[in-house]
């Protein structure tokens, strides 16, 4: 293909994009356009297989049948996104394991927020508040992604997210509704987990490798920092509502603005723990990694089943 066939492939590509039309796997994009959404919606995939590990340690300890339940049915979500997401990202033309190995061996990135331990209860509840909670205000953007597999898998998953929040929040209003220690649990949960969650949504505008080409190709529709603010002017008043203070001394409503003003986020913390010298980074892969390999026998036995009937692998 000629350079010149290739620029006029790319201005009727940039002209769809502005016509908010759908890309689809068979239509011609830049190889650019491509690699980014494999980064993208690849780290969105790891996201949620990786983060069923600090509550799947949690299914067994739950205290009531109700809360195990409810929990075995969130993770089972995670595990079907995750599933989805995978899909979505092979139309690509990037292959499973391909993914799978960029996961284990640190070339692909999952969200930061699963390299803290959840080392109490209540951290179900503010993991199902936060981490979800900020899951959904980014993924609702992303209904709108300019790429068509994309845009339709998050209609599901921002659904299924939407229940995770309310039941994360549940669990919160049901332990601020108890003994001291009780509610003693759940604010320190909240502290803990209050500025991992801010960073959830990545670096500022201004420090972001990827942004500004993601907001041009329309694979986000908000950068980070406004999806941060609307996280914060969200998430603010439920805290207060049922007595939860949040860890932030210098987080104050702006009347001017009409938004909530906040402190610094520590971001020397937030790159340390991306380059892998999080709390539990090793431990997340390495379980990771033996749960990959203790299941080949699963996949083996699915495609010898699938090669026997003839089935479509």
């Known amino acids: 293909m000629?350079?010149?066939q290739i620029k006029e492939l790319e201005i009727q590509f940039e002209a769809r994009i502005a016509r908010d039309e759908k890309i689809e796997p068979k239509d011609w994009m830049p190889e650019k356009y491509r690699q980014t959404h494999i980064r993208q919606m690849s780290q969105h995939a790891h996201s949620e297989i990786i983060g069923m590990l600090p509550e799947g340690n949690w299914i067994t300890r739950a205290p009531t049948l109700r809360r195990k339940v409810a929990l075995l049915a969130k993770?089972?979500?995670?595990?079907?996104?995750?599933?989805y997401l995978y899909s979505a990202t092979e139309t690509l033309g990037i292959t499973r394991d391909e993914l799978l190995e960029q996961l284990h061996t640190g070339k692909a990135k999952y969200s930061s927020i699963f390299n803290y331990p959840a080392i109490s209860w209540a951290d179900m509840g503010t993991i199902g508040w936060l981490v979800d909670g900020a899951?959904?205000?980014?993924?609702?953007?992303l209904c709108g992604a300019s790429y068509g597999p994309y845009a339709r898998?998050?209609?599901?998953?921002?659904?299924?997210?939407?229940?995770?929040?309310?039941?994360?929040?549940?669990?919160?209003?049901?332990?601020m509704k108890g003994t001291q220690e009780q509610k003693d649990m759940a604010q320190d949960a909240l502290n803990r987990f209050w500025w991992p969650s801010l960073m959830m949504f990545g670096p500022t505008d201004a420090e972001s490798p990827h942004t500004a080409q993601s907001m041009k190709w329309k694979?986000?529709?908000?950068t980070n920092d406004d999806l941060r603010q609307q996280f914060i002017d969200q998430t603010v008043p439920q805290a207060e509502l049922i007595g939860l203070t949040i860890p932030d001394s210098d987080l104050k409503w702006n009347k001017e603005m009409g938004h909530y003003d906040f402190g610094e986020i520590d971001w020397d913390e937030f790159w340390q723990v991306v380059k892998g010298h999080g709390p539990c980074n090793k431990e997340r892969m390495k379980v990771r990694i033996a749960a990959h390999e203790n299941g080949q026998w699963v996949r083996d036995a699915a495609m010898a089943y699938a090669e026997k009937q003839q089935i479509p692998a």
């Open 2 to 4: 000629s350079e010149e």
């Open 219 to 222: 694979l986000k529709r908000k």
């Open 75 to 83: 993770v089972q979500d995670e595990a079907g996104h995750g599933l």
């Open 135 to 141: 899951a959904i205000i980014n993924q609702v953007a």
């Open 153 to 175: 898998a998050m209609v599901r998953i921002c659904k299924e997210e939407s229940f995770h929040q309310r039941q994360g929040y549940e669990i919160l209003v049901t332990l």
